[in-house]
């Protein structure tokens, strides 16, 4: 319910906006552009509006004749309506209510205050206001409401200086014919104004009310007009500037009419979806977003292009100036460190060549000081050999000769200058010995080194020999047992003794083949001309004995630097120096040399040995064969 005159005249004057303005306006374009639009119904407010202004009985010529009654009231004015009850938009209500349909709906309003807002009756207080101000304009008010006041009216409207039957409604009638007259001599963009909320405070977003603000304002019948329309309209011209870029070079027309074609079919636009004009170009709802999607991803691949060229000539250009500046600074590294050296040789070439003429000089300096004592030693010592080979003769008498006294003067007066040569010399030779001293320093640290590694060396020396024992003790059990075996196979039967072999046995170059020793230790017998059963047996013995021995110390010796090789490779490098291991190395070959030149020699002596035994066995077995 409406309880007020104002929204009234407010919902009253949409409704000459509506038909005269909205519902014409979608279709007025599309017909001057030649395009053929379906015309839309969305209903007619005539009838409403004839409620309202159709004459002689309508609304607000009711409202003014109420109003200019003194007498009247709202109760009057709700009775004197229902003789509006022919027209369908009229419903009368119970008490003093009315209802309208408007395109809207029906809105339900109530009489009570319409004849005093109609009026627009000034306030008493107000008129007191004036009567009492000292101001002349207002002065001059007061005088005619008070020539009123005497003429017997009892109420007094500023509306009525100038009109006795004119209300609020008539004049706002008047002034939006006028206004109406203004927007049809125009071309019309209106922005509705919407209120949030009642209360006036910010922040407060009523939605009932602003639909029906909505509702009451036709903006819903204006969005439909525009969805089933045309509501995209541009000009050709705006339409290929836009969008000519997205055609190829080749398929581009020059016309812009053409062009909008071109770019629609391109991309495919229903030909339901939009219609060519004579100056525009008329798209349904959505076909401008899709147009507009394409161009920016077309943007997007194009600014992706760009950016990877600029990167890539960026790129280049900075790698070329990087060259470029690395080339240069090369260049002038080069310049300014050849220049560097250059000085640096100056330089060195002028300091070296000062040292030598310092040198030089030094030396010359020496030579002649060194002449100059030497000559001056020589004649002092001639002079005191003169001096003692004329005191001789002059010792029994005490005169003293002058030329001695001139001796011992010349002493007197040289003694300063040599005893700074002698302190020099001491000097020189205190330098030498600290000199000398540091060296002896540097000689025992370095004797303490090569002392521990002596000691290492000894060491190691011990547990090699204590290994090399235990060798020796298992080659002679094993010659002991050789032995035994050989002793069998010739029917021999000798005792053995262990004392009879030296622990140095496989070492000795006679001590196989030079006759065996006895029992008592006695020197080793004779061989006499006639060979027995025991002394061949003997010598046959000593020989196979000598071979046997031969290939156990090969086998043995081999083993053995097999083994101190394998140590001198497994050797890590934190353990010894690098020379340690050098010299381990050297004097392992030199071992082996020496070992090897041995056993060359003692190889060609078992073999003459060998022949020597078979030529005593086959004369021994020509002399058995001779006696049998």
């Not at 979608?26 to 309202?52: K, P």
């Amino acid at each position: 319910m409406l309880p007020y005159l104002p929204m009234w005249d407010l919902t009253y004057g949409g409704l000459p906006y509506l038909q005269e303005i909205q519902y014409p306006i979608s279709g007025l374009d599309c017909e001057s552009d030649g395009i053929d639009c379906t015309a839309l119904d969305f209903g007619d407010n005539q009838e409403c509006l004839d409620l309202f202004e159709k004459k002689p009985l309508n609304l607000l010529s009711l409202l003014d004749d109420e109003s200019n009654f003194a007498e009247a009231s709202d109760l009057t004015f709700v009775n004197r309506l229902n003789l509006l009850g022919t027209n369908h938009c009229f419903k009368g209500e119970r008490g003093r209510a009315f209802s309208v349909r408007h395109y809207a709906g029906e809105v339900l309003y109530d009489t009570n205050g319409f004849l005093v807002k109609n009026r627009d009756k000034l306030s008493s207080n107000a008129i007191q206001l004036l009567s009492s101000c000292n101001c002349e304009l207002l002065k001059l008010f007061s005088k005619v409401i008070n020539q009123s006041e005497e003429h017997g009216n009892s109420t007094f409207h500023v509306g009525a200086l100038y009109s006795q039957k004119r209300g609020v409604g008539t004049k706002f009638k008047d002034q939006l014919f006028k206004l109406m007259h203004q927007l049809e001599s125009t071309t019309p963009h209106f922005i509705r104004c919407i209120k949030p909320n009642i209360k006036n405070l910010p922040g407060i977003y009523d939605k009932e009310l602003v639909l029906q603000q909505l509702r009451c304002c036709r903006v819903l019948e204006a969005v439909k007009i525009s969805k089933v329309g045309f509501p995209t309209r541009v000009n050709h011209q705006e339409f290929s500037r836009r969008y000519k870029f997205l055609l190829s070079e080749t398929d581009i027309p020059r016309d812009p009419l053409s062009v909008s074609v071109a770019v629609l079919q391109k991309f495919n636009i229903p030909s339901e979806m939009y219609q060519v004009g004579y100056t525009k170009l008329y798209l349904r709802a959505g076909q401008i977003g899709a147009l507009e999607d394409k161009r920016k991803q077309f943007l997007r691949g194009i600014l992706g292009i760009q950016k990877c060229f600029r990167g890539h000539q960026a790129h280049s250009y900075f790698c070329k100036l990087r060259n470029g500046v690395t080339t240069l600074q090369s260049f002038m590294r080069g310049d300014i460190t050849r220049r560097k050296h250059g000085v640096l040789m100056k330089s060195s070439i002028t300091i070296y060549s000062k040292k030598l003429e310092e040198i030089h000089a030094i030396i010359i300096l020496q030579s002649v000081i060194r002449g100059w004592l030497v000559r001056r030693d020589s004649s002092y010592i001639n002079r005191l050999k003169k001096y003692h080979e004329n005191e001789k003769p002059r010792r029994n008498s005490c005169v003293q000769m002058p030329e001695v006294e001139d001796l011992s003067k010349e002493l007197l007066q040289n003694m300063p200058s040599a005893l700074a040569e002698l302190q020099k010399r001491v000097y020189k030779v205190e330098a030498i010995v600290e000199q000398k001293e540091e060296e002896n320093t540097e000689l025992r640290e370095q004797l303490k080194q090569s002392e521990r590694k002596r000691v290492e060396y000894e060491t190691k020396m011990k547990s090699m020999e204590e290994a090399w024992q235990k060798q020796m003790a298992s080659l002679q059990s094993s010659l002991v047992a050789a032995r035994k075996s050989l002793a069998s196979e010739n029917g021999i039967v000798q005792p053995v003794r262990h004392d009879l072999v030296s622990p140095r046995y496989y070492d000795s170059e006679d001590a196989s083949f030079m006759g065996s020793r006895t029992t008592s230790g006695s020197t080793p017998m004779k061989l006499s001309g006639s060979f027995s059963v025991s002394d061949a047996g003997k010598q046959a013995n000593g020989t196979l004995t000598t071979v046997s021995n031969l290939m156990k110390e090969f086998e043995q010796r081999r083993q053995t630097f097999n083994d101190e090789v394998k140590a001198l490779n497994e050797i890590k490098p934190g353990q010894s120096a690098n020379t340690s291991s050098a010299d381990e190395l050297r004097k392992l070959k030199q071992r082996f040399e020496g070992w090897k030149k041995q056993y060359k020699v003692r190889l060609h002596e078992t073999k003459a040995r060998l022949s020597e035994s078979e030529k005593s066995r086959r004369t021994w077995w020509g002399k058995l064969s001779s006696r049998a």
